[in-house]
């Protein structure tokens, strides 16, 4: 059983969140946030392709030009809800707003059914890896030596926002018509279909040329490549350690599980994902295009 981060997390309503970033009065604050009809919100549990949706999404509202993402850093053009939300207030609509709140945690108006929500959902398996990885990074959060120990820590919710299983279920569960489910296996394989379901649902009507430019400069490289998207001019972070943008790969949990620790995350996955009839992607096999196995 792995040992809560206690020295850099706090609880607020059962979540851990990061004291260096988080505070008590920013979470409760939250409830009552004023949501505008034409508020974008993207929600996502961590590493679940937060950075690239909030870049993809940026370029949509300027209709590909490329200068929103180049001179603008993501933490300006998307701020996070629950914690910085005096910019959130201040920014010029329509806005893009950051959450990793789970679904009861969001503003009342939002769970009302205000704004629209955009939620973005990735494997858990590759969310953990990458999760693991990014604790190795960050100066906030504890580093992770022992890819076991953290295996049973994000099984165990005692890492940052808790439990994926119950944050997934809560954006399902209570999920209505103005929040669309986004899955990072889908932008990977397919971005062209989910620009096209993204613009229907924003009401956005974009020229080709437009798309590619959304496209070209949402790629991994090139995102990987611009200071203002990669995170490399944030001082919380220590890029001697690793990367931001770090694979941005389907399938990469399988370099980390072992069989024994997939198929106990396989058991779990089961168990508490029963009823809900998600059927993630869960590798891109070399040669075959469409390999999904479902768990459900
Ligand atoms: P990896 O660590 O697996 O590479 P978040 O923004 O929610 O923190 O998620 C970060 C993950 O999304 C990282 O995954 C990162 O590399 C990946 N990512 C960011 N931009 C991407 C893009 N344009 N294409 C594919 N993956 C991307």
């Known amino acids: 059983m792995g040992d809560p981060q206690t020295d850099c997390l706090f609880y607020f309503r059962g979540i851990p969140f990061m004291h260096q970033i988080y505070n008590m009065e920013g979470l409760e604050r939250v409830e009552d946030f004023e949501v505008m009809d034409d508020d974008v919100f993207i929600t996502t549990y961590p590493k679940s392709g937060t950075t690239w949706m909030q870049v993809f999404l940026s370029l949509v509202y300027a209709e590909g030009d490329e200068s929103q993402v180049k001179d603008i850093h993501n933490f300006d053009r998307a701020p996070w809800l629950e914690a910085m939300m005096d910019d959130v207030v201040k920014t010029k609509r329509p806005r893009l707003i950051s959450s990793h709140l789970p679904f009861n945690l969001q503003p009342r ?37 022992d890819f076991q120990t953290f295996v049973e820590q994000f099984i165990d919710a005692k890492v940052f926002i808790g439990s994926w299983f119950d944050h997934v279920r809560g954006w399902f569960e209570n999920t209505h018509p103005n929040v669309l489910h986004v899955t990072y296996e889908d932008m990977t394989i397919d971005l062209d279909a989910v620009t096209k379901k ?99």
Not at 109 to 124: A, D, S
Not at 215 to 227: A, Y
Not at 239 to 248: A, D, L, W
Request: hydrophobic residues 35%; aromatic residues 12%.
């Open 109 to 145: 108006m939002l769970r009302e059914g205000k704004g629209k929500v955009i939620h973005v959902l990735r494997n858990p398996k590759d969310t953990l890896v990458s999760f693991y990885h990014f604790h190795n990074i960050t100066k906030f959060l504890e580093s992770q030596s």
């Open 198 to 296: 993204v613009c229907e649902f924003l009401g956005k009507t974009l020229t080709k040329q437009q798309l590619e430019s959304v496209k070209h400069h949402s790629s991994f490289n090139i995102m990987r490549d611009n200071p203002k998207t990669n995170f490399s001019q944030v001082e919380m972070f220590d890029f001697e350690k690793g990367t931001f943008m770090r694979k941005g790969k389907v399938g990469d949990w399988k370099d980390y599980f072992t069989v024994a620790q997939s198929e106990r995350f396989d058991d779990v996955y089961r168990e508490r994902m029963v009823g809900l009839g998600l059927d993630f992607i869960w590798d891109l096999p070399a040669r075959k295009p469409t390999c999904s196995v479902e768990l459900v």
